[in-house]
């Protein structure tokens, strides 16, 4: 799972694999290991009801999406969730959930071969 954090937003891209996890066990989770002894950990859950929710706390970043969204997002047509939480000032904070699309331009650094298909390489 990749993560992007960018001002109020947290970004999760999901392979395939993970995918799969998600749909059976309603949970994916990562870790960054730095170099030393410091790890964060990353998780994303499927709410048992139609909350959505965003925390950190230790060095866990936790993201959950509603229950609908979590089941119809595992359709073949359904890229994302993204949805937007009001914080506590009023502003908006950005939890945006996607597959993870292959490159259409070749990158040898990076193995892509659990990452979907991305709809830009088809006429």
Not at 82 to 100: C, M, Q, W, Y
Request: hydrophobic share 35%; with cysteine.
């Amino acid at each position: 799972m990749k993560l992007r954090i960018r001002d109020n937003s947290l970004r999760l891209r999901i392979t395939k694999t993970e995918l799969k996890t998600f749909a059976a066990e309603k949970k994916v989770e990562c870790t960054i290991n730095f170099p030393g002894t410091e790890k964060m950990n990353y998780v994303l859950t499927w709410s048992d009801d139609e909350t959505y929710s965003a925390s950190f706390s230790g060095n866990t970043v936790f993201a959950a999406v509603a229950n609908s969204a979590g089941k119809s997002w595992l359709d073949d047509n359904e890229v994302s969730i993204d949805h937007k939480i009001t914080l506590a000032d009023g502003s908006p904070f950005r939890l945006l959930v996607e597959k993870d699309f292959q490159c259409l331009s070749e990158r040898k650094e990076e193995d892509e071969s659990d990452m979907f298909i991305n709809p830009n390489t088809h006429c």
